[in-house]
């Protein structure tokens, strides 16, 4: 709706203004004026008048409103495309799609209400839905459609997306060729795992235009996905070295060429990258790390270093420059920049590896400094540092003052779980009454926790016969948790204890499978020896005592089978 539009309908509004007042004796009821398609009586031009006004006032409900209101009673395509304009300022998606199907129902022929019906559709999920429209759409905007369908090609089904494929072959067919076209049905065929009619497409959009860097990075990544990294690399060197200023295109020549072991041409792209981002800090982020993570680690350090000039508050490249410092050995460095880790998912994980390089009893007092400090600045974290001296005072024969530690911590929060577990597990081999008592309390206030309710049913076995219980206990542990080798061992172990051991060996093989330590291995192998696996329980004990010598769970696993 344009500018004339609005004032004659406020001429049509000012000019009975203008008569005089009538006397009322002069007064009657209007009568209801009926609404002819195509026309605005006075009510349709009273309401449009407002949403004019609400608009200006910024007022977009009561425009939005008036107009989807209009739209719907006077069938005028102008009505609803200002109706759909309105809704596309506010975000209002359903009322995108509500006006823009009007708008189409009242225009047929005008392609740009499908277009953005379509686009919504496709931004809200409803693939199929959008389908239709889509053909229409494709032939006011066909760039812009294109590239929608494009961002939703891996979320569409295999279904729907044939469809999809049909109707774009269809329209190919029709029209100048295109290599933005090409590179849909590209990533189209390649969700459907069709990968020799992808990279087909892939080669047809690349021949209509060769520096199409979508077209060259993604049938790159499809060459890296069928394992063809030499193929992928040589397209994007060649890419490269045609369009040197596209960052995209270097990041994955960087990325690629560390993947196939050219280690010093990687790490020379890695630093032109860096210089020529200097000021991108989630650029500069990647590169460390992509630097770090191929023992690159001089370029790694000054890369961490410059992020923390980008932005001081952020402290979380102390983590990685403490790791690289442990790696290189220089230890008082690496304690330094990791109690310098102020937030972020790495805090806790930062101190536990600073106090895990002091190694020797009499670091205590620095162990409890540091831990001090830190939960005075992370007051919402205290539990978990409680929790980490106490695990470090344990293993270097503290463990009074672990225990008094943890003591009083929950005399301070005496419903903290994670410390009533803590303090469970430290007394489970001297006090099992009082375990037993803090893991009930700890699934009385988280009645899911796998966790514990694996802890309780293996300590049970541990230390009573109640094995039905600890059965039941491992059994929901493991409807909630079925791949954890903890669980499958604690479940093969019960099972094992109950007399069922043909039952226990697919358990204790699976866990074995994902965590072979010396305790799953000692159950495995006694398994073995009670299901008259004897060669495989022998094979295995020999096999972990190598590894593991002087162990005591495997010490157990050798007694058992030699009382046997």
Known sequence: ?????????????????????????????????????????????????????????????????????????????????????????????????????????????????????????????????????????????????????????????????????????????????????????????????????????????????????????????????????????????????????????????????????????????????????????????????LLLENEQLNGAQRAFEHLLTLEESDSSPHFYLGHIAQAKKEHELAIEHYIAVKDGPNVLQALTRAIALLKNADDKARVQQILSDARASLPMQATQIFTIEAEWLNLHDYSDEAFTLIEDALSITPNDTTLLYTRAMMIESTDFPQAEKDLRQVLALEPDNATVQNALGYTLLLHTDRFNEAHQLIQSALNTEPEDPAILDSMGWVLHKMGRSHEALPYLEKAHGLYSDPEVSSHLIQVYWATGHEEKAKSLLEAAHKDNPDNPFLDEAMQAINTQ
């Not at 109707?167 to 090409?182: I, V």
């Open 1 to 289: 709706m344009n500018r004339s539009f609005i004032f004659i309908i406020l001429t049509l509004l000012i000019l009975p203004g203008c008569q005089s007042n009538p006397t009322p004796q002069q007064t009657v009821a209007p009568e209801p004026t009926p609404y002819v398609t195509g026309e605005f009586n006075q009510e349709s031009l009273y309401d449009l008048l407002l949403a004019e006004i609400a608009g200006q006032r910024r007022l977009f409900p009561v425009a939005l409103e008036n107009y989807s209101v209009q739209a719907q009673k006077t069938q005028d395509p102008g009505v609803a495309e200002r109706a759909t304009r309105i809704a596309q300022y506010v975000r209002d998606s359903d009322t995108i799609i509500s006006s823009a199907r009007l708008w189409r129902e009242i225009s047929p022929e005008n392609p740009e209400p499908y277009q953005i019906e379509a686009n919504m559709l496709l931004h809200k999920g409803q693939y199929e839905a959008a389908l239709p429209l889509i053909e229409k759409a494709l032939e006011y905007d066909a760039l812009r459609t294109l590239a929608l369908i494009r961002g939703q090609s891996e979320k569409i089904d295999t279904q729907v997306g044939s469809d999809y494929i049909s109707m774009l072959e269809a329209y190919k067919k029709n029209h100048a060729p295109r290599s933005d076209l090409e590179l849909t049905l590209a990533l189209l065929y390649r969700t459907s795992n069709q990968t020799e009619q992808a990279l087909a497409a892939f080669n047809r959009a690349l021949l209509i235009n060769p520096e199409n860097p979508e077209a060259l990075i993604q049938k790159a990544e499809l060459l890296r996905l069928e394992q063809d990294l030499t193929g992928a690399l040589a397209l994007i060197q060649s890419a490269f070295e045609q369009q040197p200023e596209n960052r995209q295109l270097h990041i994955l020549y960087t990325q690629l060429l560390f993947q196939t072991n050219h280690t010093e041409d990687a790490t020379k792209q890695a630093k032109s990258l860096l210089v020529h981002n200097i000021q991108d800090q989630q650029l500069t982020y990647y590169l460390a790390l």
